[in-house]
């Protein structure tokens, strides 16, 4: 089983593009998260789901766009990219709730110029 | 909100030295914590958890203990071997996950 796999996992972007950051799970897990993570403030929740088509957000939303339309896949979309959101971004799943262990992918390291 | 606050970093210890990170935290219910780490390159791993006052995590020699009196979740570890270099996050859940800011441990042969 591969676990939880991003694709890709580096990526140049020009402020104003857009793109689509993937993340797919074979662990039958109904929660999906995906995270940033910048220096000095750890990882902070941008959007998560509890299954497919049920997602809501997280703390740092705004700019990310998200939706599940199976229990595999939860893409992230950053549709006018901005250099505030060069970060590396990671995504998780769980079992049943957010108090169960999270597993993560490898991350995506995404550069706004 | 819900928060965590942990020591900052870097940390440097010889090998065999003994190990504390501090972390704090601020909820508004009774959270479950969490002790994640990260390798270089990698996604983090759940290292240890504890969902209720007084109970104490541990894996792999490191352990926290749930301490609601003060509000902490301190890591410890007797002795730490190199291969315990990582950074090491604190982490809350309550409704939704948050996450310290992280705490980088270099330990030298």
């Known amino acids: 089983n591969a676990g939880v796999t991003q694709t890709p996992k580096f990526q140049v972007l020009k402020t104003g593009q857009s793109m689509t950051l993937q993340c797919a799970q074979d662990?039958?897990?109904?929660?999906m998260s995906w995270y940033r993570q910048d220096p000095g403030m750890g990882l902070r929740l941008i959007h998560y789901?509890?299954?497919?088509?049920?997602?809501d957000q997280g703390e740092v939303p705004n700019g990310y766009n998200v939706s599940r339309s199976t229990t595999e896949d939860f893409p992230l979309r950053l549709l006018s990219a901005a250099p505030s959101q060069t970060s590396v971004y990671f995504c998780?799943?769980?079992?049943?709730?957010?108090?169960?262990?999270?597993?993560f992918g490898p991350g995506t390291r995404l550069t706004v110029l | 909100g819900n928060s965590v606050t942990q020591m900052e970093g870097p940390v440097t210890l010889s090998e065999e030295a003994f190990l504390t990170i501090n972390c704090t935290y601020t909820?508004?219910?009774?959270?479950?914590l969490f002790w994640y780490v990260q390798y270089p390159g990698e996604g983090l791993q759940l290292l240890l958890k504890?969902?209720?006052?007084?109970d104490k995590g541990s894996n792999k020699g490191f352990e926290a203990t749930y301490r609601k009196e003060t509000t902490s979740f301190h890591l410890e570890k007797g002795s730490v071997q190199v291969s315990d270099s990582a950074v090491y996050f604190c982490?809350?859940?309550?409704?939704?996950?948050?996450f310290g800011a992280g705490t980088r441990l270099t330990v030298k042969p």
């Open positions: 998780a799943t769980h079992g049943t709730s957010f108090y169960n262990e999270q597993f």
């Open positions: 982490a809350l859940s309550f409704n939704d996950m948050r």
């Open positions: 909820a508004t219910g009774y959270p479950s």
């Open positions: 789901s509890v299954g497919a088509g049920i997602t």
């Open positions: 504890a969902t209720k006052a007084d």
């Open positions: 662990m039958n897990h109904e929660y």
